[in-house]
């Protein structure tokens, strides 16, 4: 096609290249430069890499509604969100008959790390076992700044 980007591998070429051609690749698709997401590939050769385009990303950009706990107990996860792949974003809680994980949230201001919060803390409240006994968590929230932490109907404030 006329105008398109062209792009040319040769022996020697490596993640590097493919993450430079980021704004291009965008351009290829007529995606906003967020929805290409070039990364190493698993076993991190240098020749190959895996690039992921999201073409359809509103069900990224429309809030969802909670639809009820996603605690898994055979993994001790719940599901906080999606990759661009579509394929479900988890958070272990603890591991099963071992104990619990630390996990830190960070990010930028407006990158939603109380809404991550809230719905993690959430979680854990409604969380039950395969018998429907309540797990047992102890979610510890430590703000320096104390601006925003998540509280909801189910959580003192």
């Known amino acids: 096609m006329a105008g398109k980007p062209v792009f040319n591998w040769s022996r020697g070429s490596d993640t590097g290249d493919v993450i430079s051609l980021q704004d291009s690749i965008a351009s290829l698709y ?3 430069l967020d929805q290409v997401i070039p990364e190493h590939e698993a076993n ?3 020749d190959r890499a895996l ?7 509103e069900q990224f950009h429309t809030a969802k509604l909670w639809q009820g706990s996603t605690y898994d ?3 001790g996860c ?3 969100g999606w990759f661009a792949d579509s394929k479900p974003t988890r958070h272990r809680l603890h591991t099963p008959g071992s104990g619990g994980w630390h996990a830190m949230v960070t990010g930028t201001t ?4 109380s809404a991550v919060l809230s ?3 959430t979680e854990c409240v409604n969380a039950r076992d395969d018998q429907g006994r309540r797990i047992m968590s102890n979610p510890w929230i430590l703000d320096p700044q104390a601006q925003s ?9």
């Open 30 to 32: 007529g995606v906003p």
């Open 44 to 46: 991190r050769r240098r």
């Open 51 to 57: 690039l992921t385009v999201v073409t359809r990303a």
């Open 73 to 75: 107990a055979a993994t």
């Open 78 to 80: 719940i599901r906080i």
């Open 110 to 113: 407006g990158g939603g790390k």
């Open 119 to 121: 719905l993690i803390l």
């Open 149 to 157: 932490l998540p509280c909801g109907p189910s959580m003192p404030t």
